[in-house]
């Protein structure tokens, strides 16, 4: 399962709008910042909001982690640049088939894309589920060992 630390930014009644909390860095560049993050601040745009089914009580500003199935990124991704894609190549091929020439193909190729973008709004979506509250860790120092 895919998790993700996000903050409740308002509650509603069908679920907790939230957004992706991220962090300053991944550790490899020890907290300067690599290039590639900075390169995509530039292009940020502002942060998304999104609706996440909850059961818990939640107020804005509280932090929880949300997971999504594994898989489910993949199959909603081909599900929604798949299904038009191959539409499109099926029409125009068939198309063309039926009717040698540019315009056919191009006709064939706009329905098939259309039709193809009509399937892709069909069928159930993976949401992303609140798992649990973030909890707070806290590194205890351990006296084991030591001589006074």
Known sequence: MLEQ????MKTAADGIWVRAVESASCGVCA?????????????QRKPRLFRV??????????????GIADGSVLKSALRVYGLPLAGMLIGALTA??????DGAALAGLVAGGA???LLAR?????????LRRETKTVLHHSTKGLSR
Not at 53 to 65: A, E, K, Q, Y
Not at 96 to 101: D, E, F, I, T, V
Not at 122 to 130: F, Y
């Open 5 to 8: 630390t996000v903050e409740v």
């Open 31 to 43: 907290g300067q910042g690599c290039s590639s993050r900075r390169i995509a601040e530039l292009f």
């Open 53 to 66: 089914d909850c059961d818990l009580s939640l107020s804005p500003g509280d932090r929880v982690i949300v």
């Open 96 to 101: 063309q088939a039926l009717q040698p020439g």
């Open 115 to 117: 039709l193809g973008l």
């Open 122 to 130: 069909g069928g159930r979506i993976a949401r992303p589920q609140v």
